[in-house]
């Protein structure tokens, strides 16, 4: 073999060796970019789902009490999406003739109702029971041992106020408007019907006043 030829088969060697070795390379970067991106979406993802930061709560007006009746009920939505279902129990003409519960059921997200005709709290879906205290008596939320949790409530100069968090509302609304289009695609598909579509938004509470057992 000559010189020209030894020469030329270390060339194609060196050019062959330097084509794998950037090759693979630009494999390594491209999944380190790949695992990078699906890293920042689920992180994103966490944060508009689960916000850190400081919670607070605030007593929200919910309604003159003088228009609710014993028996009426409605669906409460807080600021920051929270459903709650607020029932006139009593007519003593105090704080205690209201509850007001968490509207979804601890079982499956399901939306309860009450229901005065039977003195209860009742849940469609898989015919979860709770008493008027919230306390689950029948189906699948009294079988693990479930309650609704309660909330706080006020009477002030003739107004029915509740106590709800406002846990890092603005951090929420933040996350949502820097996310790219995909990732809020992403994390609106864990909205779920039956939970009632818990929205990424914080949203101003629209009382919607309906009579117990007539929907």
Same mark, same amino acid.
């Given at each position: 073999?000559?010189?020209? $030829? ?20 630009? !494999?390594? !970067? ?5 695992? &990078?991106? /699906?890293? !920042?979406?689920?992180?994103?993802? &966490?944060?508009?789902? /689960? ?12 309604? $003159? ?15 920051? *999406? ?48 709770? $008493?008027?205290?919230?306390? &689950? !008596?029948?189906?699948? #939320? ?6 609704? #949790?309660? /909330? ?29 289009? $995909? ?6 598909? &864990?909205?779920? #019907?039956?939970? *009632? ?15 117990? *057992?007539?929907?």
């Amino acid at each position: 073999m000559s010189n020209d $030829d030894s020469t030329h088969g270390a060339s194609s060697e060196t050019t062959r060796a330097r084509r794998d070795f950037l090759s693979s390379a630009a !494999t390594v !970067t491209m999944a380190g970019g790949l695992a &990078a991106s /699906y890293g !920042t979406l689920g992180a994103l993802a &966490a944060r508009m789902l /689960y916000p850190s930061g400081p919670s607070t709560s605030e007593w929200v007006f919910v309604t $003159d009490v003088a228009s609710i009746r014993k028996g009426d009920s409605w669906v409460f939505e807080t600021p920051i *999406g929270a459903k709650i279902v607020v029932a006139r129990q009593d007519d003593r003409g105090d704080a205690s003739d209201f509850v007001a519960f968490s509207s979804t059921c601890p079982h499956l997200g399901c939306q309860v109702n009450w229901e005065l005709q039977n003195d209860r709290f009742f849940c469609p879906c898989h015919n979860g029971v709770f $008493d008027r205290d919230g306390n &689950a !008596t029948d189906g699948p #939320p009294a079988a693990a041992g479930q309650r609704l #949790p309660r /909330y706080p409530l006020k009477i002030e100069n003739g107004l029915l106020f509740i106590e709800v968090q406002l846990e890092s509302a603005v951090a929420r609304q933040a996350a949502v408007n820097n996310a790219p289009a $995909d990732a809020i695609e992403l994390i609106a598909g &864990a909205d779920s #019907p039956c939970a *009632g579509g818990n929205s990424l938004m914080a949203r101003t509470p629209q009382p919607n006043r309906k009579e117990a *057992g007539l929907s």
